[in-house]
């Protein structure tokens, strides 16, 4: 299963949504999440919501700033607001069946959208 979404280049202070995308419904016991990864660093967790009773959780670099929520049954955003230059990275969706916050336990990861942020 392949997820899809769709980054952009914004200024410093401003604000892009992304959305990601699934071929079929999500189902309520998965755990949908966001991750990014800059040049040079691994891929770090940014945020993830439990696609069944709604509830999230986000990095601390973006706590106040990100929303993740959902949209309809196949399809979340991640709303990013007050964006910095170091949100600069490639942003990736992916599916887990675990609450977790490490990459290693989520799969149907999408190709990944480029989001750059200039100062």
């Known amino acids: 299963v392949q997820l899809q979404a769709s980054g952009g280049l914004v200024q410093a202070g401003g604000s892009l949504r992304l959305s990601c995308a699934a071929p079929?419904?999500?189902?309520?016991?998965?755990?949908m999440g966001w991750f990014r990864q800059a040049p040079g660093k691994g891929r770090e967790f940014v945020a993830l919501?439990?696609?069944?009773?709604?509830?999230t959780r986000y990095a601390d670099s973006v706590k106040g700033r990100f929303t993740i929520s959902k949209h309809n049954a196949n399809t979340m955003y991640l709303q990013m607001n007050a964006l910095k230059p170091e949100d600069t990275a490639v942003y990736y969706c992916a599916r887990s069946t675990a609450y977790s916050l490490s990459a290693g336990d989520f799969g149907s990861w999408g190709q990944g959208t480029l989001v750059t942020v200039s100062s």
């Open positions: 079929g419904r999500i189902f309520s016991s998965a755990v």
């Open positions: 919501i439990r696609w069944g009773v709604g509830s």
